[in-house]
């Protein structure tokens, strides 16, 4: 195969699918050239790639929200500081893939290897063989599960690593049932939490959330008030806040306990109106740490993050690729952006490289 995939790109004849994010607003499917293929390296064509619902969207429309696209990333200050924005249209991202080694030019690595990564929404990538190697897709999995094991669980160990253990032993508390609230709620289970009451203001995200063992709480009211007076005061020592909702996590701060600890998971926007930090957050010394997946707790680098994902799929204690996804053609990619506009529809949305 590789060899004739070899003669394709030398005469211009093979081009690879891609979704772009364009200063209109609009979400389109781009043909690209794909380039030879360097020694040592391996070419995966993506069978499926999930768009990530929460960070992309902060991307796309006139009014994208996204600070990368209006300040620019100083990474040596580490603030984000005036002048030319760090992140200019046209956007290709992604971050949540799997595919099929289809060209090798490696010895380590075979034609027909199944693959989980990072990539963008690509239908061709070229990966280093190393890289490869780390990332093979275990045979007892999907690539819908290959998908999810990319960067939706790591995001989840992470997070609730910064609970510090602190949930073992007793409930916990996940405001958001989107998919990295879903994950955060069963790893906070798999790792020790007595029972996890998810909170949303949508039926069906709260069914899904008791399908996978999560007791569904729906957001109305004073749910903090509500959660405390039926546990007790001192019960939820651990909250995670996964929809990057400000009003969440000023719930979150409300329903833990006295110096209990509030993992911020979610991709905040703008500012912090409503969150009165005069209140429980002072009141009862409320700690609120940041579980970002770009900050990794200190017991991880990222080989033992992957790693330990693998084995947290493999053990079958959480759903991935069973989660409820949308599924569309690539060339449908605008559609699939319209689609996460209908969250009481649709809870993620995956493409299909056919």
């Not at 960070?55 to 600070?67: D, F, I, K, W």
């Not at 990332?135 to 819908?144: A, I, K, Y």
């Not at 719930?251 to 429980?280: I, S």
């Not at 700690?287 to 707790?297: F, M, V």
Request: with cysteine.
């Amino acid at each position: 195969m590789t060899g004739h995939i070899d003669e394709l790109v030398a005469r211009g004849e093979i081009g690879g699918r891609t979704v772009r994010i364009l200063e209109t607003g609009e979400v389109d499917c781009h043909t690209y050239p794909v380039a030879p293929l360097a020694d040592g390296a391996v070419r995966v064509r993506s069978a499926r790639t999930a768009i990530s619902p929460g960070t992309e969207l902060t991307y796309v429309g006139r009014s994208a929200t996204n600070p990368y696209l209006h300040r620019r990333w100083d990474s040596d200050l580490r603030l984000f500081v005036d002048g030319t924005p760090s992140v200019a249209y046209p956007i290709v991202f992604g971050y949540r893939a799997a595919g099929v080694v289809v060209e090798s030019r490696s010895d380590r690595v075979r034609e027909g290897t199944r693959l989980f990564g990072k990539w963008r929404h690509t239908e061709f990538t070229a990966l280093a063989a190393a890289d490869a190697e780390a990332q093979f897709l275990p045979t007892e999995l999907s690539f819908d599960d290959g998908v999810d094991l990319a960067q939706m669980l790591p995001i989840a160990l992470n997070a609730v690593a910064f609970a510090e253990g602190r949930h073992a032993g007793g409930p916990a508390v996940v405001f958001g049932c989107g998919p990295i609230g879903l994950l955060v709620g069963q790893v906070a289970k798999a790792t020790g939490a007595t029972a996890v009451y998810a909170v949303d203001r949508l039926p069906a995200r709260l069914q899904i959330a008791g399908s996978v063992g999560l007791e569904p709480v729906a957001a109305e009211g004073d749910v903090a008030a509500r959660l405390k007076e039926d546990l007790g005061a001192e019960a939820v020592a651990v909250a995670f806040e996964c929809t990057g909702s400000v009003a969440a996590l000023a719930d979150a701060v409300r329903v833990v306990r006295r110096r209990g600890t509030v993992v911020a998971v979610g991709f905040y926007q703008g500012d912090a109106a409503g969150l009165r930090l005069g209140e429980e957050f002072h009141h009862n010394g409320v700690e609120i740490r940041s579980g970002q997946i770009g900050n990794l707790h200190p017991r991880f680098d990222p080989q033992a993050l992957r790693a330990r994902s693998v084995e947290l799929a493999r053990s079958g204690r959480v759903v991935l690729g069973g989660l409820p996804r949308y599924e569309l053609a690539v060339e449908e990619a605008s559609a699939g952006f319209a689609a996460l506009q209908r969250p009481a529809e649709v809870l993620q949305v995956v493409f299909r490289y056919g």
